[in-house]
């Protein structure tokens, strides 16, 4: 039997928990046939159009303080994106693309420190994934993310996206 | 079978739940949001509740809340289903009174299984399982199918089935079988007392062919057999504990003394046929065990097509009862074959539309 989808009300929506410094917004996005990190990377705009929008206060994220069926987020104020499976995040064809090679990864952004995954295909060069990939947005497998004032308060996934411009360390492990 | 009520605003999961909960038997209403979920706990108590959080109007912990805040909420299991998968959003889910968390992520099945697992007394024992077949008027056809359905359930459950005849007087489930019976349930309660076990009912069985034991019901005027006869009760829960399943021709009657049979029936197949005097029959029958505090669960209605003639449309009868129709039996000629050679269509005519429309009410009996 088949998996029941998050991104069911429409195809091309996706639905995804958006973090910022003081908040979490789970919320969906309307991709149409494209990849969120995609649209995340679109730099002809600065805004993503959210719907049926699920407001949290980063100290108690399970309460939801507020919904609100449309919202426009600033891209460059979040965190990270945590999706529920990693097909969301990356294109397909990336997906599938054989003798993957996964490195565990660390990285900081304000207020949360991120652990997982990263997958990388040939030669491995620390400064190209901050710096040459077109991707604003870092895909992170396996991952968990703990607020770093509050370590208790975590959130884990499958797929993390973290916005490269707030990323203040990236550590990891040779292979 | 259970009733479940689901509710989520998006259309697709409606729709994707709908279908499988109904196809493990489980009855499916489903609301658009916490409001009109709600209002649905308040007119018709549903088994189980399965909510999201992300919903218009009202988040899903808002409506476990509010739930758990009415009388008859509070004992009612919730899942929540949500596309929010943290543990904290677990903890805030079970903190706003819900039962279980469950990821949208999971298969159907995954919850299908937790369903099943928080519905009370959700899978019958086919140890100890006990289904009485009822109508309130006659000529529905109810003994024809407590017998089919007594021989469809033995060989699907491949269980130990006794078939028990609490008509009165002139009971047809001993003709239907083609046995002639030597003793009844009268002569079996003549000498039943406090002490009696299976023993004292063996000699008054009859073995039939199919594997099912019928206690037959009298043949003779002068013992007729009282409903209102306490040892009576006590005979069918012996009989419950030593059969794997027991099957009840039920006397067209809701008197009071009739009250503590029907309570412990594990299903009570209410049996009506598509016209008019057997919808008001039916509707009299609800109300009637809804009198009795019979839970709306226990109660299996199942449409008897006894004529060629179409009669009314199950979207019709559906409407006017308020309830939804578990099994529907085609008109089924063989039937009066069957009859009068004393051998039932399951028998006698297995490939027959009505005894396949039988043997799968057997399996949503199993299965509720």
């Known amino acids: ?175 | 079978m259970a009733r479940i009520l689901v509710i989520d605003d998006d259309k697709d999961i409606l729709r994707l739940l709908d279908f499988a909960l109904q196809r493990v038997g489980h009855e499916v209403v489903t609301r658009s949001d916490g409001l009109q979920g709600l209002a649905e706990v308040e007119a018709q108590k549903p088994d189980l509740i399965v909510a999201d959080v992300m919903m218009p109007k009202m988040t899903g912990y808002e409506f476990c809340k509010q739930v758990r805040a009415k009388p008859e909420g509070q004992d009612i299991p919730i899942i929540i289903f949500s596309a929010r998968f943290q543990p904290i959003d677990k903890q805030t889910a079970l903190d706003a009174g819900a039962n279980e968390y469950l990821p949208k992520s999971i298969s159907p099945d995954v919850l299908i299984k937790a369903i099943n697992q928080h519905l009370p007394d959700s899978s019958l024992a086919v140890t100890s399982a006990m289904f009485g077949f009822f109508s309130l008027r006659g000529g529905s056809g109810v003994t024809s199918l407590a017998v089919n359905s007594a021989i469809a359930l033995a060989v699907a459950a491949k269980a130990k089935t006794a078939l028990v005849d609490l008509i009165p007087l002139g009971g047809h489930t001993a003709l239907l079988l083609g046995v002639r019976p030597a003793s009844s349930v009268v002569t079996a309660l003549s000498t039943w007392d406090s002490n009696s076990t299976l023993d004292a009912i063996k000699p008054h069985l009859i073995k039939h062919s199919s594997g099912v034991q019928l206690l037959a019901s009298t043949l003779n005027y002068d013992q007729k057999l009282s409903p209102a006869d306490k040892r009576l009760t006590s005979l069918l829960k012996t009989i419950k504990s030593g059969f794997g399943l027991s099957i009840i021709d039920l006397p067209h009657s809701l008197d009071p003394p009739q009250a503590a049979i029907l309570k412990s029936l594990d299903r009570i197949v209410l049996v009506l046929s598509p016209d008019v005097p057997s919808l008001q029959s039916t509707a009299m029958a609800l109300q009637g065990l809804s009198r009795l505090d019979i839970p709306d669960r226990n109660i299996v209605l199942v449409l008897n097509q006894i004529s060629p003639q179409s009669g009314l449309p199950i979207e019709t009868i559906q409407n006017a009862i308020k309830r939804p129709i578990t099994a529907r039996i085609p008109y089924e000629p063989e039937l009066i074959k069957a009859a009068n050679q004393g051998k039932p269509l399951l028998i006698g005519s297995p490939k027959s539309a009505g005894a396949a429309a039988i043997g799968q009410l057997a399996n949503k009996l199993l299965n509720s």
């Open chain 1, 1 to 175: 039997m088949s998996k029941l989808q998050p991104i069911s009300k429409a195809a091309g929506r996706v639905t995804a928990d958006f973090f910022t410094d003081s908040h979490r917004f789970s919320a969906s996005i309307v991709v149409f046939k494209r990849q969120l990190i995609d649209v995340l990377s679109d730099k002809l705009t600065a805004y993503m159009d959210l719907v049926d929008i699920y407001v949290s206060r980063i100290n108690k994220p399970g309460d939801i303080v507020g919904t609100y069926k449309r919202g426009s987020l600033v891209k460059e104020e979040i965190n990270f994106i945590l999706l529920s499976s990693e097909t969301q995040a990356i294109s397909k064809e990336r997906y599938y693309v054989p003798n993957r090679i996964s490195i565990p990864i660390f990285v900081t952004v304000s207020s949360f420190e991120i652990h997982g995954n990263f997958q990388w295909m040939g030669d491995l060069d620390i400064k190209k994934i901050l710096a040459t990939e077109t991707q604003t947005f870092l895909p992170i497998l396996d991952a968990t993310a703990s607020n770093s004032f509050i370590p208790d308060i975590n959130f884990q996934g499958p797929t993390v996206l973290v916005n490269k411009a707030k990323v203040e360390i990236l550590c990891l492990n040779e292979p």
